[in-house]
Nanobody
Framework: QVQLVQSGGGLVQAGGSLRLSCAAS????????AGWLRQAPGKEREFVAA???????SYADSVKGRFTVSRDNAKNTVYLQMNSLKPEDTAVYYC????????????????WGQGTQVTVSS
């Protein structure tokens, strides 16, 4: 079992930056692919970024070049740095842990953080 606790998020103007953190307890997060997904009102949860234990990462096209996922294995923590934020980035962001870098759908992820609201004003 892995417990994921998120922090960060909030309200920011378009063009601004935010950083989300996701701290894991229980099993070591190094055993999993860590990911970030988001869900806007009325929409399905969508993939944002993923990172494997050695730092290899992948991104959704909509955030590529603006968001950076990273992990500190010593702290058992994953981060999502979000720059050049746009109003369309407004959503509840979730960190997740799973088995595969190819995971994109919500059902492919095994463990979830509690979610944190990110609101980008225009």
């Amino acid at each position: 079992q892995v417990q994921l606790v998120q922090s960060g998020g909030g309200l920011v103007q378009a063009g601004g930056s935010l950083r989300l953190s996701c701290a894991a307890s229980g099993r070591n997060l190094i055993n999993y692919v860590a990911g970030w997904l988001r869900q806007a009102p009325g929409k399905e949860r969508e993939f944002v970024a993923a990172i494997r234990w050695n730092g290899g990462s992948s991104y959704a096209d909509s955030v590529k070049g603006r968001f950076t996922v990273s992990r500190d294995n010593a702290k058992n923590t994953v981060y999502l740095q979000m720059n050049s934020l746009k109003p369309e980035d407004t959503a509840v962001y979730y960190c997740a842990a799973g088995s595969y870098m190819s995971s994109r759908s919500a059902y492919e992820w095994h463990y979830w953080g509690q979610g944190t609201q990110v609101t980008v004003s225009s």
